[in-house]
Nanobody
Framework: QVQLVESGGGLVQAGGSLRLSCAAS????????MAWYRQAPGKQRDMVAT???????NYADSVKDRFTISRDNAKNTVSLQMNNLKPEDTAVYYC???????????????WGQGTQVTVSS
């Protein structure tokens, strides 16, 4: 009923930039928070950035001042602008959103399939 699709990953040299995008589609009544997480090989999935419906943001300390999260409520999209990328940013990046689906009567978290970001030194 609901699908989150990420795009924009790839290979970049250290110091470079990438922009990730995620579009939510389906029987969506309303979206609460939207977020980006990442998971490096052999590590747990960690929060990178979150954004509330009103635009309030929160970032992991490791990406503050380098990454910027934004969203378009009309289009049900969330983006992550990543600047000054470092090799330690290499991971699979996942889009996450708290969504109220028509007819469900409750909020539920949804995840995208992930997009690979690789930063070479």
């Amino acid at each position: 009923q609901v699908q989150l699709v990420e795009s924009g990953g790839g290979l970049v040299q250290a110091g470079g930039s990438l922009r990730l995008s995620c579009a939510a589609s389906g029987s969506i009544s309303r979206i609460n928070y939207m977020a980006w997480y990442r998971q490096a090989p052999g590590k747990q999935r960690d929060m990178v950035a979150t954004i509330g419906r009103s635009g309030s943001t929160n970032y992991a300390d490791s990406v503050k001042d380098r990454f910027t999260i934004s969203r378009d409520n009309a289009k049900n999209t969330v983006s992550l602008q990543m600047n000054n990328l470092k090799p330690e940013d290499t991971a699979v990046y996942y889009c996450n959103a708290d969504i109220l689906v028509y007819g469900m009567g409750r909020w539920a978290p949804y995840w995208g399939q992930g997009t690979q970001v690789t930063v070479s030194s």
